[in-house]
């Protein structure tokens, strides 16, 4: 039977995911980096043609009230001087930024002082700073490019590490899906590293030998139960029969019959759990042999068989009818009993579908597939029986798909496709 899935986005592997982080991550600390550089270096030069224009004024004035010449480019009352530096308070020395950019000159750092006292003329230097910032430009660039060959670097190399990590990962994913699927065999083994990922490894196996210990044990006591029970039932059987003919006769022998079939299908179960039972395959007409089966369960079911006028399009299979026979049988036993009237049986192309017109599969089912000693009806507990459980086993050991569904107007599909 054929899980059902919630649905799922499209999967993003997980390389990728921890290659973008460490590229985000490389980008981020990238463009700290370059943005604490780049504001540092910013203040270092304006602090230093603020010192530099100090220096120079000072000199300047010194010189002047010598010789009354200007030196070091200053100048008096120059028209490009900043507002704030036209009128210098108290005489003291002042600086001012002018962010003007005219051709190569600027921005530019204005120092300023009155020449005689307030009031009297103004004595500027400006030092311009666009050598500089274009230096911190070119430094701008220089880590950018620098940036981004570390992270074309970088990122191959954690996609290559973040690869190891996903074979990893996938390697234990993949057993925890054989295990799920029924492979008890399988086992991670030893994986490389004293991680996490080598702790799930270990503890997958460990939780594969001890489902593999309680299912060996379950399987191990169904079938010992089997067998103790074969031989009484036997018996009573026997012993039914020579009773003298009545209702409690009739009464007994059905349910010593009964009991002879729960124990028979339990043999059968622990046959195919053990994995002691191989198929006879051979061709027959798949239209037949599923007539047949129907025929002998001595239900009231309508069987269609696509295209069975024409005889040269009668599909024919390859199989083991028995096994067959026993599948469709116990759906169509399962149909009749847990289901509601009509049952209809239709065989086309590969596929046996078989409909009832009941309540349906319930959904825990459809989820979970069928268990064992569940009924499916109210007054015999939740869940399904035997008779699913077998018809799933036989299917698996042929090859074949069985697939449990819910009609949407009403009524349980089981539908069995057979392997080309």
Not at 54 to 64: K, T
Not at 136 to 157: E, F, Y
Not at 168 to 192: F, M, N, P, W, Y
Not at 331 to 354: D, F, K, M, S, Y
């Amino acid at each position: 039977m054929r899980p059902v899935h919630r649905p799922r986005l499209a999967r993003v592997p997980l390389r990728w995911k921890i290659a973008a982080l460490a590229a985000s991550t490389a980008c981020l600390v990238a463009a700290a980096v370059g943005l604490l550089v780049h504001v540092w270096t910013a203040q270092d030069i304006r602090s230093r043609a603020e010192a530099q224009a100090f220096n120079s004024l000072y000199s300047a004035m010194n010189a002047y009230r010598r010789t009354g010449t200007l030196t070091d480019g200053a100048e008096l009352d120059p028209a490009e001087l900043p507002a704030a530096l036209r009128h210098p308070a108290d005489g003291d020395r002042h600086t001012a930024y002018d962010g003007r950019v005219d051709g190569n000159l600027g921005p530019s750092v204005w120092a300023a002082q009155w020449v005689d006292g307030p009031g009297s003329r103004v004595l500027a230097v400006q030092v311009n700073m666009s050598p500089e910032l274009y230096g911190l430009h070119r430094l701008d660039v220089s880590m950018a490019v620098a940036s981004l060959v570390a992270l074309a670097a970088a990122t191959p190399l954690a996609v290559y590490g973040a690869g190891l990590l996903g074979r990893r990962l996938r390697q234990v994913s993949e057993t925890a899906g054989r295990i799920c699927a029924g492979d008890l065999d399988a086992r991670t083994g030893h994986t490389k590293g004293r991680d996490e990922v080598a702790d799930i490894a270990a503890t997958v196996d460990l939780m594969a030998d001890s489902l593999g210990r309680r299912l060996r044990s379950e399987r191990q006591f169904t079938a010992d139960v089997a067998h103790e029970l074969r031989t009484p039932v036997g018996g009573l059987l026997a012993a039914a029969d020579l009773l003298p003919p009545g209702e409690t006769e009739d009464l007994l022998r059905a349910r010593v019959r009964d009991l002879r079939g729960l124990v028979e299908d339990l043999l059968e179960i622990s046959r195919l759990d053990a994995g002691a039972e191989q198929p006879v395959r051979a061709h027959v007409p798949l239209g037949a042999v599923v007539s047949e089966a129907v025929a002998r369960t001595g239900l009231d079911t309508e069987v269609t068989v696509a295209n069975a006028q024409r005889a040269e399009t009668t599909q024919t299979v390859e199989t083991d009818p028995r096994r067959l026979e026993r599948i469709v049988s116990n759906l169509v036993v399962n149909a009749h009993r847990h289901g509601g009237t009509p049952v209809q049986v239709t065989v086309e192309g590969r596929t046996v579908v078989v409909r009832d017109h009941g309540p349906g599969f319930p959904r825990d089912l459809l989820l979970d597939g069928p268990r064992r000693f569940h009924t499916g009806a109210r007054e015999r507990g939740l869940g399904h029986g035997l008779g699913l459980t077998i018809a799933l086993g036989q299917a698996r050991l042929l090859g074949a798909e069985l697939r449990l569904d819910n009609a949407p107007d009403g009524g349980a599909i089981a539908t069995l496709r057979l392997p080309n």
